[in-house]
Nanobody, 122 residues
Framework: AVRLVESGGGSVQAGGSLKLSCVASGYIYRTFAMGWFRQSPGLEREMIAAIHFGGAIQYAPSVKGRFTISQGNADNSLDLQMNSLKPEDTAMYYC????????????????WGHGTQVTVSS
C-alpha cells in the first residue's frame, strides 16, 4: 500500500499564499501519478491539479494561473503553490496517488491522504 502525508495547510486572508506538500511512501508503481483534490462541505471532491505519468500537468479551470503543481525535492513528493487565494478556495485539500498513470478523476485514485485544511477569509 501507498501512504500519502500532506502538510502546509492553514488560515490566510484573501490574496495570500500557501504551499502544500505531499510525500508518498510504500510500494510505488512505475506508472504512479499524483495530484491534488479538494472538497468543501456539501460539495463533491474535485481535482484541482495533477502531474500524470510522463510529466503532463493538468489544472482545474478554477485554479489555473493561480496554483502551480510541481515535483518536490524528494522522490515521490509533490508540491502545490497556491497564490492569490480566494474565499472559495476554502476546502480540505487531499493528496492523491494513482497507479494507472493518470490522476484526474475520483475513480482513478487508488490512495488518499488524510487531508490538510485550507481556510481563506475575506
Amino acid at each position: 500500500a501507498v501512504r500519502l502525508v500532506e502538510s502546509g495547510g492553514g488560515s490566510v486572508q484573501a490574496g495570500g499564499s500557501l504551499k502544500l506538500s505531499c510525500v508518498a511512501s510504500g510500494y510505488i508503481y512505475r506508472t504512479f501519478a499524483m495530484g491534488w483534490f479538494r472538497q468543501s462541505p456539501g460539495l463533491e471532491r474535485e481535482m484541482i491539479a495533477a502531474i500524470h505519468f510522463g510529466g503532463a500537468i493538468q489544472y482545474a479551470p478554477s485554479v489555473k494561473g493561480r496554483f502551480t503543481i510541481s515535483q518536490g525535492n524528494a522522490d515521490n513528493s509533490l508540491d502545490l503553490q497556491m497564490n492569490s487565494l480566494k474565499p472559495e478556495d476554502t476546502a480540505m485539500y487531499y493528496c492523491a496517488g494513482c497507479d494507472a498513470g493518470r490522476c484526474d478523476t475520483i475513480p482513478s485514485v487508488n490512495y488518499w491522504g488524510h487531508g490538510t485544511q485550507v481556510t481563506v477569509s475575506s
